[in-house]
């Protein structure tokens, strides 16, 4: 599966991903709320012999287990809902262009582009190349007026929806973090938690993304993203600055102590995980720590989630793969391996 963490950009300090998701919907099917399972498994061999003969890895979702399901939401790769779908519903991967689509989610297709920092224009163009392929196999619902017709009225018109994953310790340490929702709204923009719609933030870590789709062009969307996110990161890096001015010693002490905590603790929950990260996170950024690289801690995103750790390690440990208690010490132990002073 593809590591959506594997690079860095000048952004890395507060951006940490980019996300491009367009939805579509195929003529003479209805939305796939309503479709029969028949008509399910139509769509997903149609979108299957488009996209296949282009390097795209089929994975069909009836014959993966609810824990690997899982994990693929951790990594981003698929949303909660789809993870969760009993009807016939498909994933399509291309490595080369960081591209998940999802067949027979909400809408009969969702083409997500993910990549590492502030990439919006080349995940923008990876999405269109898989949304060309389509285009030219298949007959996609399309209204001259409306746009692209999609199950949610929220979606129609370009069906994008451009996001950018950020790392906000200062706005949330100084509880800006609703006047900046407040800010955005009024723009078309809106923040989320770190698994979008109905999640809650965790580490200081949001989702900005776009609100309308109808009446403007995806590149003006677009650029409208870049130009938002542009200032909350100058914003940000200043806001840190100042904190870390007025209050030195205590910070530095704090991300210390988060460091020890990770390279020794016994026991690490998935919630003090993300604690601990924000703090190691933001200490890279201020210069603390320079032993730890934003690559390796972003790649725990997914890693030290439950899902993924019980895939990696839960032959090692059986039926008790599933107990909390064992899961935050298979956690700490797995941390202490990744930051063990050398």
């Known amino acids: 599966m593809m590591n959506w963490y594997n690079k860095q950009t000048m952004e890395n300090d507060v951006v940490i991903s980019t996300r491009i998701r367009l939805a579509r919907n195929l ?79 909400e809408d009969h297709i969702r ?18 190349k898989v949304d060309d392929l389509l285009d030219g196999a298949l007959n996609i619902a399309y209204d001259e007026k409306l746009g692209y017709l999609t199950h949610c009225p929220t979606n129609l018109g370009t069906g994008i929806r451009a996001s950018v994953m950020v790392f906000l310790p200062a706005l949330t340490m100084t509880n800006q973090i609703a006047s900046l929702s407040a800010q955005l709204s009024k723009i078309g923009l809106t923040i989320r938690g770190m698994y979008g719609e109905g999640s809650a933030s965790r580490g200081a870590i949001y989702q900005i993304s776009n609100q309308i789709t109808l009446g403007i062009t995806e590149e003006d969307t677009i650029k409208k993203l870049k130009e938002i996110i542009s200032k909350i990161i100058h914003d940000e890096k200043r806001l840190c600055q100042n904190i870390y001015k007025s209050s030195e010693d205590s910070l530095t002490d704090k991300i210390l102590r988060s460091v020890g905590t990770l390279r020794y603790a016994r026991l690490i929950s998935s919630e003090e995980f993300f604690s601990l990260y924000s703090d ?11 032993d730890i690289s934003y690559t390796t801690l972003d790649n725990l995103l997914y890693e030290a989630m439950p899902a993924s750790l019980i895939l990696k390690f839960g032959d090692n440990i059986g039926k008790d793969a599933t107990n909390e208690l064992v899961r935050d010490r298979m956690r700490a132990t797995y941390l202490k391996s990744i930051f063990a002073q050398k």
């Open 280 to 290: 190691i996170r933001l200490g890279i950024l201020l210069g603390i720590i320079k």
């Open 111 to 128: 083409i997500q582009c993910l990549l590492p920092g502030f990439q919006l224009d080349r995940a923008f163009e990876n999405a269109c």
């Open 27 to 105: 003529c003479d099917y209805p939305f796939a709320s309503k479709l029969d399972p028949t008509s399910a498994r139509e769509i997903i061999e149609k979108v299957a012999s488009a996209l296949t003969p282009h390097n795209f890895t089929m994975i069909d979702m009836a014959g993966v287990s609810a824990l690997e399901a899982q994990s693929y939401v951790e990594k981003h790769v698929i949303s909660t809902d789809f993870a969760k779908k009993s009807t016939p519903h498909a994933l399509l991967t291309s490595e080369e262009l960081s591209v998940a689509t999802m067949v027979c989610e």
